[in-house]
C-alpha cells in the first residue's frame, strides 16, 4: 500500500509492505523493518529495524484523515492522503495534476517566498504562515511550477485556505 | 469516625479517599455533571450528585454539599482545597450538620481569611510582617492620601485583595503615576473574583524567596512545625514545583521561621493542618505573608521527607487525638522532594487550558517516584475547574539525585489526547540556575520572556518520520480490517475468525480509525 502522508507541511510518500507479522516501510525512498503491537485502542509498539523502540498513540483529529500522532512526548499533526483517508487508493494520481497548497490552519501570512511562474523543487519552502505564535513553512509538495499564487504577505487566511498552486 | 465526605473532585478527593482507606474509614465522593466517569467517583463507596458541571452550581453549593452530607449520615467532611476549603460560611454549616470539619474552627478560618487581619496576627506574635498599610484602604479614601500613604510605604509596592489569592487582585506599581489605575483594577478584579474589593498595599520585596512552613495543631494545645517548603518557581503569581528543603535556609533559619510560623499558629488558636507563608529576602530577612487554612497542593513533599501523612493526620486530629510526635524528627528531612504541577495546559500556547480526553496514560513510577492524580485513559479533562491533572512527586538522598529522578519520571510520563505541562518541567529541571538552586519568585517568569515564544516541543525530523512511519501502518491497519481480509495483527489479536457480530464490531471500529 502506497500512502502520501503529510507532517509539518511536507508530504512524504510512504510505502508499506505485510512482510510475515512484520512491516516493511519505505519513506522517501529509505526502507525500515518494522515490528507492531497494539497497546490499547490509540497506541502502538514499534520496534523499528530490530532494536528501535518506540511507543505512538494515534487518535483521530478534528477532520477526517487527519490524526494526532504522539511519540516521544510529542504531538505531531498528520494528515493521510489529504482528504481521502478511507477512498480507493489512487496511486497513479500521485505525482500528476496541479498541486494546490493549503493553509493547514487559520493564521497569517508572513512570506510569499514563490512567484507565478518560478520553478519549485519538492520541499521548497513556497509559503510561511504564523498561527499560534509560530511560524509555519509550508512547502512544495513535488517538483514544478508555480502556476497561481493567492496569497500576499500580511494577509489572513482560515484553514484550507488555497495559497498557491504547482503545476 | 466511620464515614467521610470528600467535599472535592479530581486528585484531591482520591488522595483523601486512599487516607480514609487506610484507617478503615468509608469515603463518600460528590460530582457535578461532567464529572459522572472521574475517578474519585469510581473509587467511592457512595457517591452524591450535587448538580450541573459549573462549580458554583455544584461543588461551591454550600446546601447541595449539606445535603449530601445529610442524606450520607457521614460524621466528617474533608474539603481537600480550593472550592469550600477556606470558607468559614461552610465549616459552621458542616457543624451545624451535625458533622466534623476536618480543618481549622470557622473563627479560625475567618480571622486568617484576611490578609490584613492575619497581618495583624502576626505582628501581635512578634512575627515581621512586609511593610504595608494595617488596614484596608477605605473605599472612598482620597487618591491624595493614598498616594501619600504610598509615598511612606516606598516603592515598588504591591496592591494586594484582602481576600485575595493566586495573585488575583493584585498589581505592581513601580511609578506613582500608575497607582490610582493600579488601585482601581484591583479592586474591580477582587470585587469579581472573591465578593470583596478591599485592597491594600504592601512593600515589594526585590527578588524575593517564598517560604512555607506547614503546621499541624492538635485540639489540646499543641502546635507543631515541619521543615519548610521552598516555593519560588512561579508563574504569574502561581507555585508550579516546590520543594523541601529549601537549599536557602540554614539550620539557624529553619529553627527562627519554624518557631515563629508556630507562634503565630498559637496565637490564633489554630488547629489541624495549616501553612505560614514568609518572603526570605536577599538578606536572609524574613516576613509573614500569609497564612493557608488549609492542606496544601504541596503536602506530599513534606510527607516524602517527614514520612508522616498528612491527611491522616488531620483526620486523627480532627477525631480529637493527641498529636503525640517527636517535634525534632518534623524539623530533621531525610532527603530531598519536589513536585511538579502536571497541568492540561499548552505550554506553547501561553499556557492555555488543554482540556479534552486523555486517550493514551502512561505513568511514571519506579524508586522515589508519587504520582498524586485524578487522571485515568478515556477521562475526559472538562473545562470547569482547575487544569491540574497530577502532582508528579520525587524522593531521592539528596537534591541533585532528587532533580535526577524527577527529570526520568517526566520522559516516562506519557498524556497523549490533550497538551500538558511535562514539556516544559522537562526544560525547566535542565536549567542551570534550577540545578544550582538559584532563583526567588520572579526567576521564572523572567526566564520564559527570555525564551521569547520559542516552543517547548520540537518535533525532530526522526520524530517526523517515526509519526510518518505510525501513520501508515495505522492506516493499513484500518484498511485491512475494512477490507476483512487479513487479520489486523495476528500476534496480539490472536481472536480471528470467531463470531460475526464481533467482526463486524471491529470493522466499525476499523473505519473509525481506533
Same mark, same amino acid.
Given at each position: 500500500m502506497q500512502y502520501e502522508v503529510e507532517i509539518g507541511g511536507r508530504r512524504r510518500q510512504v510505502a508499506v509492505t505485510r512482510v510475515g507479522d512484520r512491516f516493511a516501510v519505505t519513506v522517501d525512498g529509505t526502507t525500515k523493518q518494522v515490528d507492531v503491537a497494539r497497546i490499547d485502542a490509540h497506541t502502538l509498539s514499534l520496534i523499528v529495524d530490530g532494536v528501535w523502540p518506540a511507543d505512538v498513540t494515534i487518535a483521530p483529529a478534528s477532520q477526517a484523515g487527519d490524526l494526532t500522532i504522539t511519540v516521544g512526548g510529542v504531538p505531531i499533526p498528520a494528515t493521510v492522503n489529504g482528504r481521502r483517508r478511507w477512498g480507493r487508493q489512487d496511486d497513479a494520481a500521485a505525482g500528476t495534476g496541479p498541486e494546490r497548497v493549503a493553509a493547514p490552519m487559520p493564521g497569517k501570512v508572513v512570506r510569499v517566498l514563490v512567484n507565478a511562474g518560478d520553478a519549485v523543487r519538492a520541499r521548497q519552502p513556497v509559503v510561511v504562515v504564523e498561527a499560534m505564535k509560530m511560524e509555519n513553512e509550508l512547502r512544495a509538495? &513535488?517538483?514544478?511550477?508555480?502556476?497561481?499564487? %493567492?496569497v500576499r504577505e500580511g494577509m489572513s487566511v482560515e484553514a484550507g485556505a488555497l495559497l498557491v498552486v504547482i503545476q | 469516625m466511620k464515614k467521610i465526605l470528600i467535599a472535592n473532585r479530581g486528585e484531591i478527593a482520591v488522595r483523601v479517599i486512599r487516607a480514609c482507606r487506610e484507617l478503615g474509614i468509608s469515603p463518600v465522593a460528590i460530582y457535578s455533571e461532567c464529572d459522572r466517569t472521574a475517578l474519585h467517583v469510581r473509587l467511592a463507596d457512595e457517591v452524591y450528585a450535587v448538580g450541573p458541571s459549573a462549580p458554583r452550581e455544584s461543588y461551591l453549593r454550600i446546601d447541595r454539599v449539606i445535603d449530601a452530607v445529610r442524606r450520607s449520615r457521614a460524621d466528617a467532611v474533608h474539603p481537600g482545597y480550593g472550592f469550600l476549603a477556606e470558607n468559614a460560611e461552610f465549616a459552621a454549616a458542616v457543624r451545624d450538620a451535625g458533622a466534623a470539619f476536618i480543618g481549622p474552627s470557622p473563627g479560625a478560618i475567618a480571622a486568617m481569611g484576611s490578609k490584613t487581619a492575619a497581618r495583624a496576627a502576626a505582628a501581635r506574635a512578634g512575627v515581621p510582617v512586609v511593610p504595608g498599610t494595617a488596614d484596608p484602604l477605605p473605599a472612598d479614601m482620597a487618591d491624595a492620601e493614598i498616594a501619600a500613604i504610598s509615598a511612606r510605604v516606598g516603592y515598588p509596592l504591591l496592591v494586594k485583595a484582602v481576600a485575595g489569592g493566586g495573585g488575583k487582585g493584585m498589581r505592581t506599581v513601580t511609578d506613582p503615576a500608575d497607582l490610582a489605575g493600579a488601585i482601581r483594577s484591583a479592586r474591580s478584579e477582587a470585587g469579581t473574583a472573591f465578593g470583596d474589593a478591599a485592597v491594600y498595599i504592601e512593600r515589594r520585596l526585590t527578588r524575593p524567596r517564598h517560604i512555607e512552613v506547614q503546621l499541624l495543631g492538635d485540639e489540646h494545645g499543641t502546635v507543631l512545625p515541619f521543615v519548610e517548603r521552598e516555593c519560588s518557581i512561579q508563574r504569574r503569581h502561581q507555585k508550579v514545583v516546590e520543594e523541601t528543603p529549601s537549599v536557602a535556609v540554614s539550620p539557624e533559619l529553619r529553627r527562627a521561621i519554624t518557631s515563629a510560623a508556630a507562634e503565630v499558629a498559637r496565637a490564633v488558636g489554630y488547629t489541624n493542618a495549616g501553612t505560614i507563608e514568609f518572603l526570605l529576602d536577599e538578606s536572609g530577612a524574613f516576613y509573614f505573608l500569609e497564612m493557608n487554612t488549609r492542606l496544601q497542593v504541596e503536602h506530599p513533599i513534606t510527607e516524602m521527607v517527614t514520612g508522616l501523612d498528612l491527611v491522616r493526620w488531620q483526620i486523627r486530629i480532627a477525631r480529637g487525638e493527641r498529636l503525640d510526635v517527636d517535634p525534632e524528627r518534623l524539623l530533621a528531612p531525610s532527603g530531598h522532594a519536589i513536585e511538579c504541577r502536571i497541568y492540561a495546559e499548552d505550554p506553547d500556547n501561553n499556557f492555555l487550558p488543554s482540556p479534552g480526553r486523555i486517550q493514551h496514560l502512561r505513568v511514571p513510577a519506579g524508586p522515589g517516584i508519587r504520582d498524586d492524580s485524578g487522571a485515568t485513559a478515556g477521562l475526559e479533562v472538562p473545562i470547569f475547574y482547575d487544569p491540574m491533572i497530577s502532582k508528579l512527586v520525587a524522593w531521592a538522598e539528596d537534591r541533585p539525585l532528587a532533580i535526577a529522578r524527577m527529570r526520568r519520571a517526566l520522559r516516562e510520563y506519557i498524556v497523549a489526547g490533550i497538551k500538558t505541562t511535562v514539556p516544559f518541567f522537562e526544560w525547566l529541571l535542565a536549567q542551570p540556575a534550577f540545578a544550582d538552586g538559584?532563583? %526567588?519568585?520572579?526567576y521564572l517568569d523572567e526566564l520564559l520572556r527570555s525564551r521569547n515564544g520559542r516552543p517547548f516541543v520540537e518535533p525532530t525530523p526522526q520524530l517526523e518520520e517515526m509519526a510518518a512511519v505510525a501513520a501508515a501502518i495505522e492506516t493499513a491497519l484500518s484498511a485491512s480490517a475494512v477490507g476483512g481480509g487479513a487479520t489486523p495483527l495476528p500476534p496480539q489479536n490472536? &481472536?480471528?475468525?470467531?463470531?460475526g457480530g464481533w467482526r463486524a464490531q471491529a470493522r466499525v471500529e476499523g473505519v473509525r480509525g481506533l
Open positions: 509538495g &513535488r517538483d514544478g511550477a508555480v502556476a497561481e499564487v %493567492h | 538559584a532563583f %526567588h519568585t520572579t490472536g &481472536r480471528n475468525g470467531s463470531s
